[in-house]
């Protein structure tokens, strides 16, 4: 365990004058869940398509799975495996055909590849016949074969891009059981997602904005450091008008105002201040203190107003 | 090497799956080129018969009569009688005549006094492409009747009977080809950047080229089996002579096919939407095969310029193979221009869509 499975120093991305990541840096364990969140076009995408060889970075240094760019990207490649936010596999090709496919352009040996491919289906179990095109199958378990696919090669750094965006709950708790199965395996899985229970699962977290990372922590100590004092939930006794909540919000209590379903989460500025004002406030709303979400955090950090 | 067909290989086998699984586009890769030189080999008539001719005869003689007949049993006209040379002029304007004869009342007594008989024409001139053709047999049969100073015999070479058909259709498999062979590559990278699965072949260490082959393979194949349609109709049903060594034709058709495919495969990669590739396909491919390529307007009479641009259009050399395989039996001594020219072409093509898409996946 010499070498953490990914290192990056520095990295920038730039397309002419647009710079979609701007000197970022972290390193990634081996065997570690590490979540990326951010809004859109916050660069996570790029970020990860430069881990993956797809993209070469402006600047900085790069190293995953023991290379880099300057063995050439298509080491990279070999050595880890990229399921895009795209599907990706051909909808009129047969599983086996797909995934013999992509054994072919990666020169796996016939027996390894079968082998792997044995393996690969009982991981995702995968329980319709080899045969089946691709079209025919349920969006959960199309994920699960791509899944299958970007693992065939047996990659040490795996780099899923919203694996689980528009697939059913059910399967999506199945597919972290199958990301948590990887890294206790051994394996580095790197993720991005948008879902905060998804996150909430990593080992860590990287908050990305505007092409840099604000925040990078364990969810507990990121919810511990973005939110220091005490966090409420507030329930409306009455429903409110637009109004009332502008007047709340705009309080100098809270340095965090935000609603939560029906709920508002809010985080208190100064206890004293919070302690004279609560009487008057629980009117109002029924109030009981809450660890904060990760959404709070997300929301907070990410798209947060300043305040 | 071996590790290079390795991939190529995959992607070309990758292709078939697709091809067999889409019947329509297999039928329509297949279908449509039959189709199309058999519409084209039917309607496509230059050869002219039973051309309304009004004749406004103010003789009524016994010569008028007789020129009359030769029009008639010419079997190029149909004689629409009518009494004035007004009405002439109006059954071309009403579109009933394409040509008019007038045969002036002082006809016989001139040719018997030994002057020269006058006869008028009147061809309609709008369209152009009648205009030859009538000109060209009125000339025939009038000339057949007068007494000859010169003794000038014509023969056709190589389409004895002037059938348009020989010569429309060595040059529709040239279209057809062209139009085939690009829309084939055209479409197939195009979708692997609409479908996503383009971000599939950049994560593994595929190289460029061997992509472009792999796709190339199997269109090329699927080209050849079309042509060999094409060519099987051209004899069988249309009974197109064929006297030149089959070998050169087949040499002169794979290079054109390769070409036009991997234009496909750079429109494919410059376009990467299937919309716009069928479109750039279509302008690139179809338009300057069927206007420029000298299968209907010859290129000789077009302006310095463009004969200069045609040299730039693989159609254009492979337009003269055809039809000089196909009638004049001409080998690669004869068609060595067009051969090299279609050669560089072919490499140039192939070179620029390499160099394109290498530039677009390479990171």
Redesign the interface.
């Known amino acids: 365990m010499a070498e953490q499975a990914v290192i990056v120093r520095d990295l920038t991305v730039r397309f002419g004058d647009f710079t979609a990541v701007d000197r970022i840096s972290f390193e990634v364990g081996r065997g570690e869940i590490f979540g990326f969140l951010g809004a859109n076009g916050a660069g996570k995408t790029t970020t990860i398509r430069v881990l993956c060889g797809l993209l070469l970075p402006s600047e900085g240094f790069v190293r995953v799975a023991g290379t880099g760019f300057e063995q050439g990207d298509r080491a990279i490649k070999t050595k880890v495996g990229y399921m895009s936010q795209k599907f990706t596999l051909y909808n009129d090709l047969t599983v086996e055909e797909n995934l013999s496919f992509i054994a072919s352009l990666r020169k796996l040996g016939s027996n390894f590849y079968v082998e792997r491919r044995k393996e690969l289906l009982e991981f995702i179990s995968f329980d319709r016949s080899l045969g089946t095109p691709v079209r025919d199958l349920p969006g959960g378990t199309k994920q699960q074969v791509s899944l299958a696919a970007a693992l065939l090669h047996d990659p040490e750094v795996v780099f899923l891009d919203e694996p689980t965006a528009g697939v059913t709950p059910a399967s999506r708790n199945l597919f972290w059981k199958l990301i948590r199965k990887l890294a206790a395996s051994g394996k580095t899985v790197f993720v991005t997602t948008h879902y905060m229970d998804e996150a909430e699962q990593c080992g860590r977290i990287a908050l990305m904005r505007e092409g840099r990372i604000i925040a990078l922590d364990t969810p507990e100590d990121l919810k511990r450091s973005v939110f220091p004092g005490a966090v409420f939930e507030f329930d409306p006794k009455t429903p409110l008008s637009f109004a009332e909540v502008a007047a709340i919000e705009h309080l100098d209590l809270f340095t965090f105002f935000e609603p939560y379903g029906l709920r508002f989460h809010a985080a208190i500025r100064d206890g004293e201040d919070w302690n004279r004002a609560r009487p008057e406030l629980e009117c109002k709303f029924n109030i009981r203190r809450i660890k904060p979400s990760l959404e709070d955090v997300f929301i907070k950090t990410v798209e947060g107003k300043k305040r | 090497m071996k590790?290079f067909w390795?991939?190529a290989?995959?992607?070309a086998?990758?292709e078939v799956?697709?091809i067999l699984?889409?019947p329509f586009a297999l039928a329509a890769a297949l279908g449509l080129p039959v189709l199309m030189v058999i519409i084209f080999g039917i309607s496509i008539e230059f050869n002219m018969k039973d051309i309304p001719l009004a004749v406004n005869d103010a003789d009524q003689t016994r010569s008028s009569r007789m020129l009359l007949d030769r029009f008639a049993s010419s079997g190029y006209f149909g004689i629409r009688r009518v009494v004035s040379p007004h009405q002439a002029v109006a059954e071309l304007t009403d579109q009933k005549a394409r040509a008019a004869l007038v045969i002036p009342p002082d006809f016989e007594s001139d040719l018997i006094s030994g002057r020269q008989g006058q006869l008028q024409l009147l061809i309609d001139g709008s369209d152009n492409s009648t205009v030859g053709p009538v000109s060209n047999y009125v000339n025939r049969i009038v000339g057949a009747g007068a007494p000859a100073l010169y003794d000038l015999r014509t023969r056709y070479l190589f389409n004895p009977e002037l059938d348009s058909r020989w010569f429309v259709i060595p040059g529709l498999t040239v279209v057809i080809m062209a139009i085939l062979s690009i829309l084939l590559t055209a479409l197939t990278i195009a979708r692997e950047w609409e479908?996503?699965?383009?971000?599939?072949?950049?994560?593994?260490?595929?190289r460029p080229v061997e992509l472009i082959v792999g796709k190339l393979a199997p269109y090329g194949v699927l080209g050849i089996i079309a042509i060999a349609f094409v060519y099987v109709i051209a004899r069988a049903v249309f009974q197109i002579p064929f006297v030149g060594n089959l070998a050169v034709f087949g040499l002169g058709s794979l290079l054109f096919l390769i070409t036009y495919l991997a234009q496909g495969l750079l429109i494919s990669v410059v376009a990467r939407n299937q919309q716009v590739a069928m479109q750039l396909a279509m302008v690139t491919g179809m338009l300057p095969s069927n206007l420029i390529s000298g299968f209907i307007f010859p290129i000789e009479s077009m302006p310095t310029f463009f004969q200069y641009l045609t040299m730039l259009l693989p159609a254009r050399w492979f337009m003269r193979i055809a039809r000089d395989t196909f009638l004049q039996g001409s080998g690669l001594i004869e068609l060595k221009v067009p051969f090299l020219a279609l050669t560089f072409l072919c490499f140039a093509m192939i070179f620029l869509a390499t160099r394109k898409f290498k530039r677009d996946l390479?990171?």
């Not at chain 2, 479908?195 to 595929?206: H, I, R, Y």
Request: no cysteine; proline share 8%; aromatic share 4%.
């Open positions: 590790l390795g991939r290989g995959a992607v086998r990758k799956f697709h699984r889409d479908n996503g699965s383009m971000e599939l072949l950049l994560s593994t260490p595929v390479e990171p």
